[in-house]
T-cell receptor
């Protein structure tokens, strides 16, 4: 299994809603990532988890709250988002965090904030 | 932090022609340089990567070259086909310190269109 699975594929939420994005991999990877991608732009790193611990937070606003319940799962909790947060949210995994290697991306969750 | 510049932003070629995309990076500690292809509505996928101890790497119609001294690397696609049409992103990362330690910094992307 060389897949990173993300749910939901599409999400529409209001600015007062609370929702979560989920990501799962069963490749035994110990590093997991959240990226944000706007149309026609490169992925922007948000968070890195290594061995289930938060290793990098790229100064992301607190309305985005990551969680790594175990080595296979990664969540992104969303609360009080703004319309400018509308984007494709990509989860990725790699074997380890610091030993650079291939990032395996999920298909993404397309978020629209009304 | 690391800064990766990518050119051109758009590239249009005829089927069978070659395509070259160039990137420069700023952090001399960067030692890992992957290229990702992202088709419309799809996930980015690694197509080739190179580490700083190697100057060139080939995989069938795709090659990457790295000039560490000049801090630039390039993607070469030969005998292009319509299915090569996509957005291509270069990136730089490091497993040895520096501002790109443990993370990839992406270039702005190149939209490649291959006309049949």
């Amino acid at each position: 299994d060389t897949e990173v699975t993300q749910t939901p594929k599409h999400l529409v939420m209001g600015m007062t809603n609370k929702k979560s994005l989920k990501c799962e991999q069963h490749m035994g990877h110990r590093a997991m990532y959240w990226y944000k991608q706007k149309a026609k732009k490169p992925p922007e790193l948000m968070f890195v988890y290594s061995y289930e611990k938060l290793s990098i937070n790229e100064s992301v606003p607190s309305r985005f709250s990551p969680e790594c319940p175990n080595s296979s799962l990664l969540n992104l909790h969303l609360h009080a988002l703004q319309p400018e947060d509308s984007a494709l949210y990509l989860c990725a995994s790699s074997l380890t965090w610091t030993d650079t290697g291939e990032l395996f991306f999920g298909e993404g969750s397309r978020l629209t904030v009304l | 932090g690391e800064n990766v510049e990518q050119h051109p932003s758009t590239l249009s070629v005829q089927e069978g022609d070659s395509a070259v995309i160039k990137c420069t990076y700023s952090d001399s500690a960067s030692n890992y340089f992957p290229w990702y292809k992202q088709e419309l509505g799809k996930r980015p996928q690694l197509i080739i990567d190179i580490r700083s101890n190697v100057g060139e790497k080939k995989d069938q119609r795709i090659a990457v070259t790295l000039n560490k001294t000049a801090k630039h690397f390039s993607l070469h696609i030969t005998e292009t086909q319509p299915e090569d049409s996509a957005v291509y992103f270069c990136a730089a990362g490091s497993n040895a310190g520096g501002t790109s330690y443990g993370k990839l910094t992406f270039g702005q992307g190149t939209i490649l269109t291959v006309h049949p």
